[in-house]
């Protein structure tokens, strides 16, 4: 695969929204670490995915945390076009019905949700009379214990574990989710894109106290 | 001293129902007495527990429960209790017992009918008590009846009243119409259960479920966006799947044309809503089903079949079957203000996948935790029972299209051109009355 990375860099860069702190400080960090996306694509091959040059590696590590942060804080920023535009246009969003579920396709599943479903839930929740939207609600969401996995078989892509936990806020009431991601994560023009991502909730299993009304 | 008992009879007129019903908990303890602990109650599907010894546990009333599958492949409903000290005898929600029950305390053990295996050391620690084998109280209690139509498993915890079949009454035709849509006439647990709590009285969500009136306005935005989407999807690709249009149908069929729509009323507070999505469309996987069908039942039958016009009834007062998508919802009420609905999807057997795929995309959208739907349901649901509880009025009103109901045949129809016809909420706390009227 070849891939001009100044190119990505600058899309990245366009793609950030101006004025949020966050954002821009994500982007800074993408932007110096550019020869890390580039030091990436030289491990993209089979043999020498087991076994990277140490500081690609840490440059790697740091490239996707950085992924996984800006992605976090498009949610709890709100800003959900943002959020659907990480993913490929094929991508999916998917928290399992049950911790033992390999796919998403024909069972049952919290979310499993491509770009069009995606844009469904956004535009509801935009809709100014989303009833149950109207209280005073946010979330906070932390993402830690990030493993960058394995290419996984496909050459073009890159697995990257991780955990999470989100606190939200709704009208009196704080409730906290916490669990684990899976990022299937390709590389394209304009960065690494999510093919799937899983979310797996440790209490998924419990009774909902209400419902999630937007992807975790 | 004698505890002071609700005055229930005072609380339901034919057109409007005391705000009482909804907060008070003494009233809640005496429905749990005299409606859940007494009538049919929904326990499971039999494909939960295929082999013997599989159960799972549920609530009916307050009583924790165990739905067995015994030894000779009957479906036991057993109290959860070990009849030595009160343990419950499983913990888990589901599982597997083996050949018998095993008390977690003292190791006394039951066969999955209930029935006394063995205490340890039995002779030499009970002799001379009345503790003896024959002492019924030994056994781990039963339910009282159990009751299973073609596959859906019912318990009443009351040795007498009406069986099954004449509770039920016409009501009955949501398991017909969701299994004779199976090639093999018989449906089969996809084995999930979404599980989600609503703060507020389990009336509340009965009542919602029949109320025509409300869609086009909780569930605006998500019918809304649905609709855009569709049509974006629609322009690009020709046509949007149906998941689309189910839940666009929340907002595209608005609220002057659900008057055309009808309820169905019968005795004990069942109701029938029928049908509005047109889940009937002519494309390639429909077809082949239809064609599936015909084989099965011949072509008469199958088209009998496919036009039964029902989009949810309500087995009062704890189950709302959603026939034609194959799911349903079963209510336990866990406090005057708080409601758990399990909700559950079936496969009808012998039907091509993309059927089962057409309904699970309903099942997901609209019945799981991320719901786009019940998001906004929950919403009302909770500001009903705050508001409730104000003194700002006493009253609750029914009187939606009041005195214009069709009775006949011993139900109640609702007139044409009036398909928004409070009738089923006046159908229930009909029923309600009646059920709570006897001691
Ligand atoms: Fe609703």
């Known amino acids: 695969m070849t891939m001009a990375t100044g190119q990505s860099t600058k899309k990245r860069k366009a793609a950030a929204k101006p004025g949020n702190e966050s954002a821009k400080r994500t982007k800074t960090t993408l932007r110096k670490n550019s020869s890390g996306s580039a030091a990436h694509q030289r491990t993209a091959s089979a043999q020498e995915a087991n076994a990277p040059a140490p500081a690609d590696a840490h440059t790697l590590q740091h490239v996707i945390e950085q992924f996984l942060y800006a992605q976090a804080e498009s949610l709890d920023g709100k800003r959900w076009q943002d959020y659907i535009n990480l993913f490929t246009d094929e991508g999916h969003y998917w928290m399992p019905a049950a911790p033992e579920q390999t796919t998403g396709e024909g069972v049952p599943s919290i979310f499993y949700e491509d770009k069009n479903l995606m844009q469904v839930r956004m535009r509801r929740v935009q809709h100014p009379d989303a009833w149950s939207q109207r209280p005073l609600w946010g979330t906070n969401h932390l993402v830690s214990n990030v493993i960058v996995e394995s290419e996984n078989g496909k050459k073009d892509e890159l697995v990257v574990r991780s955990r999470f936990h989100m606190m939200e806020f709704r009208r009196e009431t704080s409730r906290h989710f916490g669990g684990s991601y899976v990022h299937h994560l390709v590389h394209t023009p304009d960065g690494f894109r999510i093919r799937l991502q899983r979310v797996d909730m440790v209490n998924a299993q419990g009774p909902f106290e209400y419902v999630l009304q937007i992807w975790v | 001293m004698l505890q002071q008992r609700p005055d229930v009879r005072r609380a339901v007129e034919a057109d409007r129902v005391h705000k009482s019903v909804y907060t008070d908990p003494a009233i809640f303890d005496l429905e749990m007495e005299r409606i859940f602990e007494r009538v049919w109650i929904y326990c499971g599907h039999e494909s939960q527990v295929r082999k013997p010894g599989d159960y799972y546990t549920l609530q009916i009333g307050r009583q924790p429960m165990i739905m067995v599958r015994g030894a000779e492949g009957e479906v036991n409903v057993l109290y959860n209790r070990c009849p030595h000290r009160g343990t419950m005898l499983v913990g888990d929600r589901q599982g597997s017992t083996g050949e018998f029950f095993r008390c977690s305390y003292h190791a006394w053990t039951f066969h999955t009918d209930g029935k006394l295996k063995n205490i340890p050391m039995m002779e030499s620690g009970y002799e001379g008590t009345r503790w003896t084998r024959e002492n019924p109280d030994c056994n781990v209690k039963r339910a009282a009846r159990v009751e299973n139509y073609r596959g859906f498993v019912f318990a009443s915890l009351a040795a007498d009243g009406p069986t099954l079949q004449e509770y039920l009454g016409p009501a009955k035709i949501a398991f017909d119409d969701m299994c004779d849509r199976a090639p093999a006439g018989e449906v089969e647990i996809v084995p999930n259960c979404f599980r989600v709590i609503q703060n507020s009285n389990w009336k509340i969500f009965l009542e ?85 069908l015909a084989k099965a039942y011949g072509k008469q039958r199958k088209e009998e079949i496919l036009s039964t016009n029902i989009h949810h009834v309500l087995l009062y007062p704890g189950l709302s079957v959603q026939s034609p998508l194959q799911q349903l919802r079963a209510v336990r009420p866990l406090g005057v203000d708080k409601t758990l609905t399990e909700i559950w999807h079936f496969r009808l057997k012998g039907a091509p996948e993309p059927i089962y795929r057409r309904a699970l995309a309903y099942y997901n959208l609209v019945n799981s935790p991320s719901t786009m739907i019940n998001a906004d349901d929950l919403e009302n649901f909770w500001k009903c029972q705050q508001g409730l509880t104000a003194d700002g009025g006493e009253w609750v009103s029914f009187h939606r299209h009041y005195g214009h109901d069709i009775a006949r045949d011993g139900m109640v129809e609702t007139a044409p051109g009036m398909g928004t016809s409070e009738a089923p909420m006046r159908n229930q706390m009909k029923a309600w009355a009646e059920f709570m009227d006897k001691a």
């Open chain 2, 208 to 292: 919602n479920q029949l109320d025509a009136l409300h869609p086009s306005v909780t569930h605006q935005s998500t019918g809304r966006a649905a609709h855009e989407v569709e049509l974006d999807i629609a322009k690009k690709t020709g046509h949007a799947p149906l998941s689309y249009h189910m839940l666009s149908a929340f907002a595209t069929v608005t609220i002057d044309q659900w008057d055309n729509f009808q309820t169905l009323n019968y005795p004990h507070g069942h109701c029938i809503l029928t049908g509005y999505m047109g889940l009937r469309p002519q494309d390639r996987d429909t077809l082949d089903y239809e064609r599936v």
